[in-house]
């Protein structure tokens, strides 16, 4: 998998950096080629890596809880800079508040995520959904 | 940066633009603020709750809390206040507002009303203005404190204080490093020096505005000795700019002996380091931050780590314990979640008040450790910044002798790893640039080969990944499993 | 009453009589169910686990449970095993069978059929039998114990023992005391002579059974030295028949230096005293009972009883923790509501085992208090009954030389009254007939005193209701409000 | 109130002391004559005490969650042994396991008792409504 590449980072003005740490270590250990864009990352930032670098998907975490703002059209947004091929996931703790993770996932796959993870999803689950999704042997 | 009080006129002329920055600014009229501030009640200004507190010998306690309406805000408030018990109240400020980004909030406000549940995580006070703030502060019983993570508030400092908050909480390195990835230190240093400079005017005019600088910064893992250098210098760079009560904060790492070693210097050698450079009349307290690192999914496991935080706070001698809600891993609390976590935190404040508080040798040895750490630290950022307190404080960070586990700045060093010993004390597994002398150095890496050694595995960041899910997992050391 | 081990002709002929008392008894077949015990494997035996806790340094949670039909209590251990990770598991008898009265069990079971809800508060395990026994006990994977409160429980032994259980509550004086009214401390003592003649059997067999005192008694303000001296007669009576492996008991009072120093002292003088008498063979642990007294209905003050009760347990060493739920305030807990209990403990248990146990000047001296207690007692009581062990417990309580506080029964003095001090131990506010010598008294007395000083009130009754209150409204000492 | 005599105790075979112990402390201090009779307490000694001492009123404790089962008939039992003027007051852990309490009050009320409480009542609430039951002044 070393020539699979994903781009992740922490959407709109969250700074919660730890579990982007651990996603960054867990996708080298898996042996993907990761961008890691950090915390406070904007849609164009993972837009204009993702097409940079040809990568193969999108790692997008909120955790603030302003996830919900943050993450409007970004399906949209992807499909507009041609990157159709690109799988969208997100995952942390999307929305404000303890609530009902269907309905969440329900609203973050309109925005055109092609998976979405409730909170504190462990990211060897991901990353075997990434796997299976790119059609990659385990 | 500067290294002295800020003149008067250079304050004043600043303050012009700073309160243009948003339509908000202009509510601001520094004597009507001051003459408001001058009719608030003592009961329900902080600095005599905290004075109280130290007198009474009692830990008090405060929520974490903040929505987006302000009627819905003052709604909780009085929840936490009148079911919670909360001694002290808190408003967590959302965060669009602590980046200053005030259109993103006035979005987020409307769509809130639109929506009619609040899509910010906080209360965007700024936007809401000073008339809504004192609204607030007039409807609540107990005193108030501004909670954010703003890398520049100066403008949130001018409308919340005149808006009738006794508190404020920051620092220009605390809400730098763990809140913030571009900001740097030079410039949150000096917007920082702002708010304690308009804090010391307030002091000037007879009103006691109480400063905090964050304590648990990443809240992952911070050893001791770290937080304890950004607290001091935070303190020293207030202290100057004319702040007389400052209460330095610690987060929970979860072995008793180390919190209450924490604790205990934390108060000794920020005292200390103010004595030495002339501020000896600054009244110093403290508050312990429960756990913030994960935390567990279920509930009843949540009270657990609550209430261990809780118990902590008391027997270390806290003046206030920052509390959790059992919601915690999921996302912002429900109004009850966050007064069942005040409510566990109460039952064990009363009933350990009284309870004489541990004297052992253990703690002794830790604060000793911690007192050296500490030292050696300050010392060496001190020297490399001439004893200029902001100049110190950058150089430090640029050299790594201060380095915050996982922070998102880019102006901290993360090279610094730490991981905990086979007792659960937070140590370092790599040192980075840290000055720390070959003594402490060898003690620390004795305490992790004992670790190692136990679990029969090499000491790696495989350990640190392990410390980071522990509590979540329901424990305190990551063991292999 | 006898002072030496029964012989085996006698326990055989009074076997035939007890198995009469209700008609499950003829389902008994003592050597096919020594044949049945032998097939349990180690890791569903009470001492097995108890040995690897002691081996591993963790203390093992266990919760109270029990309904009155066999589906409904299988389905709420299960949960307790899987949701809430109970180490050990009880059955709890329910109220009627405690007092021997089937019949009116019989018409409880036979309600509960009819309503579809347990009106029983524990398992009826006479009523239900031998059969019923086994499917339970082989229903779940960790080992399981009769909890009751029986005076006279020659039958439930007879009949639970042989179902599969691997540990058996109770004694001769602590399921007297503070479980009933009018039963002759004699009978009971010679009922419980039955009861340990009966595991001293199965070890004779090569099963050993383990055996519990009931440590908290009435759960009220008990003082250390009065459930420890219970503790050490019913373990030496024990012992005396043929038990080998002891858990003796304490109830959390509430002040953590007591309560360390408490679980301390109970292991140290068990010991002690069965060594003296030439018992030293027998494996002794010990039991950490969260707060037994009033709870607070608030669900997250009463999460917070629950996790101190937790970590105190953990801090003083103690083998397993007995847990209370959430629901404690209001009734027998829901399986969730108990699940909740264990794994609020469990957090606490994990976090907390690889912390150093408190070594610390003033446990050290709260152990020398409650030693030099405990051997006054003692030492007058084995001196009054001629080292008679049965004989001595029956001439103590006559003489009030131990005296519960609150007991019900008639055979108990009634006449010492316990209140905390300021730091929330308690001491005795009237020694009543305790033969303490003047120093200790002195001791007690300065204690209460000082907290009547901090009270501005005299040391009086309504100390004592003020803290039989005390937890369930906040608080550790019942101050004047 | 010297003269006003309340019979108190524990029913059926429950042995929980302290309450009943706090009970008979406070209607001494409110002047009331009390007849303790202690933890398990029948039906039959209820009545018998409270006939004998001509009481006003019957203090049942039930706390040990059989009460239930325990007080069935009571009022019943009351009546046919005349005490048809004695007030009977029910309070403690009456039912078993945390629940609502109006249900609970009303089977206790359809038993018989005059006033019903729940779980961990303040007793000077159960004196202050005997006062004003018997017509007593404060
Ligand atoms: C530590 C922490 C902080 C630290 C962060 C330090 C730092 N810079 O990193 C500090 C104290 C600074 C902080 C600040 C704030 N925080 Co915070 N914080 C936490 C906390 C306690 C732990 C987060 C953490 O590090 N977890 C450990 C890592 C390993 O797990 P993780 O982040 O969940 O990531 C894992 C999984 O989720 C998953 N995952 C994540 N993303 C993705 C994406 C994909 C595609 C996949 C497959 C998987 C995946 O894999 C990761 C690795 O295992 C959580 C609550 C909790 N979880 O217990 C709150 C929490 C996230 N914070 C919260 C809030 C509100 C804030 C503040 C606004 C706080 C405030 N009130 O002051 C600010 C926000 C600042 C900002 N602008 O972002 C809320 C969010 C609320 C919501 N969603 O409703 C939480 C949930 C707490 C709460 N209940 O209120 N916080
Ligand atoms: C201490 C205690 C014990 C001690 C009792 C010692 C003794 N002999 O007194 C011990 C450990 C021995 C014990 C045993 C048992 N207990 Co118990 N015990 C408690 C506990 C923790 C406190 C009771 C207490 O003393 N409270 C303090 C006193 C001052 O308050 P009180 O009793 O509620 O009484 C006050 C009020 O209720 C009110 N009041 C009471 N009656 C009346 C009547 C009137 C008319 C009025 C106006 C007011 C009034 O005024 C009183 C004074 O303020 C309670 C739970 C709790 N409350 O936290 C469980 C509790 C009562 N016990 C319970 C049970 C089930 C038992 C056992 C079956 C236990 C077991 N599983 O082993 C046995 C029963 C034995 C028996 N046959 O009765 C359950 C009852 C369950 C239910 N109703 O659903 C409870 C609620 C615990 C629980 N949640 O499971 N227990």
Not at chain 2, 130 to 142: A, F, N, T
Not at chain 2, 170 to 194: C, M, V
Not at chain 2, 374 to 388: F, K, P, Q, S
Request: glycine share 10%; with cysteine.
């Amino acid at each position: 998998m070393g020539n699979t590449t994903v781009v992740i980072g922490v959407i709109g003005a969250d700074v919660h950096a730890v579990g982007n740490r651990i996603i960054d270590y867990a996708l080298r250990q898996a042996d993907f080629n990761v961008v890691n864009l950090g915390v406070m990352v904007s849609q164009k930032e993972f837009v204009d890596a993702a097409i940079e670098t040809k990568a193969s998907a999108i790692f997008v975490s909120s955790l603030y809880g302003q996830g919900e703002l943050d993450c409007r059209g970004f399906g949209d947004y992807c499909k507009e800079a041609g990157l159709n091929n690109v799988l969208l996931y997100v995952g942390g703790n999307l929305v404000i508040g303890k609530s009902e993770f269907a309905p969440v996932e329900a609203k973050f796959k309109a925005m055109g995520f092609h998976r979405v993870y409730p909170p504190g999803s462990d990211i060897a689950i991901g990353i075997e959904d990434l796997k299976a999704d790119l059609g990659l042997g385990k | 940066m500067i290294n002295k009080k800020m003149p008067l006129n250079e304050f004043m002329a600043l303050r012009e633009e700073v309160l243009k920055q948003w339509v908000t600014g202009k509510e601001v009229d520094l004597s009507e603020a001051i003459a408001y501030q001058k009719a608030i009640k003592e009961s329900k200004r902080f600095s005599f709750k905290l004075n109280q507190a130290v007198n009474d010998k009692v830990t008090l306690i405060q929520p974490r809390a903040g929505v987006a309406l302000p009627h819905e805000h003052k709604k909780l408030l009085k929840v936490l206040q009148d079911e919670g018990g909360a001694d002290l109240l808190p408003t967590t400020i959302d965060s669009y507002t602590r980046h200053n980004r005030y259109l993103e909030a006035q979005t987020g406000i409307d769509e809130s009303i639109r929506t009619g549940k609040s899509l910010l995580n906080g209360f965007p006070a700024v936007n809401h203005g000073v008339g809504v703030c004192r609204d607030i502060v007039e409807y609540l019983d107990v005193p108030l404190q501004v909670r954010h993570g703003t890398p520049d508030a100066r403008l949130l400092a001018e409308i919340t204080l005149a808006g009738g908050f006794t508190s404020f909480e920051g620092g220009g390195i605390s809400y730098n490093i763990p809140y913030g990835k571009n900001n740097s230190l030079e410039k949150t240093i000096t917007d920082w020096q702002y708010v304690d400079r308009l804090v010391g005017y307030y002091e000037e005019q007879g009103i006691t505005i109480n400063r905090e600088p964050f304590g648990p910064l990443t809240g992952t893992l911070v050893p001791p000795c770290i937080s304890h250098s950004v607290a001091i210098l935070e303190s020293l760079l207030a202290a100057q700019q004319g702040c007389k009560c400052i209460t330095v904060g610690y987060g929970q790492c979860g072995n008793q002996i180390q919190d209450i070693a924490a604790i205990r210097t934390l108060e000794l050698l920020t005292k200390d380091y103010l004595n030495r450079f002339g501020y000896g009349d600054v009244r110093i307290t403290t508050v312990f931050h429960q756990w913030m690192g994960g935390f567990p999914q279920d509930e009843a496991k949540a009270y657990a780590v609550i209430a261990w935080g809780a118990a902590t706070a008391v027997l270390s001698g806290a003046t206030k314990v920052i509390v959790k809600s059992p919601h915690e891993a999921f996302g912002v609390p429900t109004a009850e979640a966050n007064a069942n976590g005040l409510k566990t935190t109460k039952q064990l404040t009363a009933m350990l008040k009284d309870q004489v508080a541990f004297e052992n040798p253990l703690i002794k040895e830790e604060m000793s450790i911690i007192e050296e750490e500490t030292r050696c630290i300050m010392e060496a950022v001190l020297n490399l910044g001439n004893y200029d307190f902001g100049l110190s404080a950058l150089r430090g960070f640029e050299a790594g002798l201060i380095d915050v586990p996982f922070a998102p700045a880019q102006c901290n060093a993360n090279k610094a790893l730490p991981a905990r010993d086979n007792s659960g004390a937070v140590r370092f597994l790599d040192f980075g640039n840290l000055p720390f002398n070959d003594k402490l150095k060898d003690f620390h890496r004795k305490k992790l080969k004992e670790r190692a050694d136990t679990e029969r595995r090499d000491v790696s960041f495989q350990m640190v990944i392990d410390d980071i899910y522990a509590v979540s997992k329901g424990h305190l050391v990551g063991r292999p499993r």
